[in-house]
């Protein structure tokens, strides 16, 4: 079946750096790839939906200049958190979808866990 | 605007007894809903979804959810707990050709006991 990779799976890094977290469709080619992010004990909340070759389309209340979006191929989407604050500190999960306008194409990536010191 | 609530945020059960986890729904236009399974540091697993037709929906590893229009509900039920089902389960809408923006509740965590 479809398969999301994300990289990594776990990252540690102090205020003020950038990290980028790496969302690969492994065995299909995803057209539309989102980017969510979950507090713990909580739900997940869309950030924003990436298409392949255009800009993203972030969610009310996200900053684009913060969280930043390359969708640059049909297999890979990357999320930049820029000057990363401890309060960026949270489970950052890709899904990615071969296309279609139903749901039942998402495919849901491992997560990543940043922690910002 | 789309809105999930799941009634319980930690459901226990003993092995072998029904699970039920409860999902409501708030949508102005007619839905299509989904039941996704995590488990610890894993992504997120589709358990089953309703889209149109049948209002009861069967799922993986013996799991299904019944489509109430008049309830606003897509309730998950297995019939036995399995030790293996404990995890987090999210109940998800999106809208009809929606473009896979989903909409999730807080998750339940289900426990299973001995």
């Known amino acids: 079946g479809a398969v999301v990779s994300q990289h990594p799976s776990r990252v540690i890094c102090k205020s003020g750096t950038s990290v980028k977290i790496e969302c690969r469709s492994l065995?299909?080619?995803?057209?539309?790839m989102f980017w969510y992010r979950q507090f713990p004990k909580q739900s997940l909340m869309l950030m924003a939906t990436?298409?392949?070759?255009?800009?993203?389309?972030?969610e009310q209340g996200v900053e684009k200049d913060k969280f930043l979006i390359n969708h640059a191929s049909l297999t890979l989407s990357t999320l930049t958190v820029t000057s990363a604050h401890p309060e960026d500190s949270s489970f950052y999960i890709c899904?990615?979808?071969?296309?279609?306008?139903?749901?039942?194409?998402?495919?849901f990536g491992a997560g990543s866990r940043l922690t910002v010191l | 605007a789309q809105s999930v609530t799941q009634l319980g945020s930690h459901v226990s059960v003993s092995e072998g007894a029904l699970v039920l986890l409860r999902c409501n729904y708030s949508?102005?236009?007619?839905?299509?809903l989904f039941w996704y399974v995590q488990y610890p540091n894993q992504g997120l697993q589709l358990l089953l979804k309703?889209?149109?037709?049948?209002?009861l929906v069967k799922g993986i590893n013996g799991f299904e959810a019944e489509f109430k229009k008049s309830e606003t509900s897509f309730h998950l039920t297995k019939p036995s707990a399995h030790m293996s089902d404990a995890a987090e389960y999210f109940c998800?809408?999106?809208?009809?050709?929606?473009?896979?923006?989903?909409?999730f509740g807080t998750g339940t965590q289900l426990k299973v006991e001995l």
């Open positions: 899904s990615a979808s071969a296309g279609g306008s139903g749901a039942n194409v998402l495919t």
């Open positions: 065995d299909f080619q995803a057209t539309t």
């Open positions: 990436s298409n392949e070759g255009s800009k993203a389309t972030y």
């Open positions: 949508s102005s236009v007619p839905p299509y």
């Open positions: 309703y889209t149109t037709g049948a209002t």
């Open positions: 998800a809408v999106s809208e009809a050709g929606g473009g896979n923006k989903l909409t």
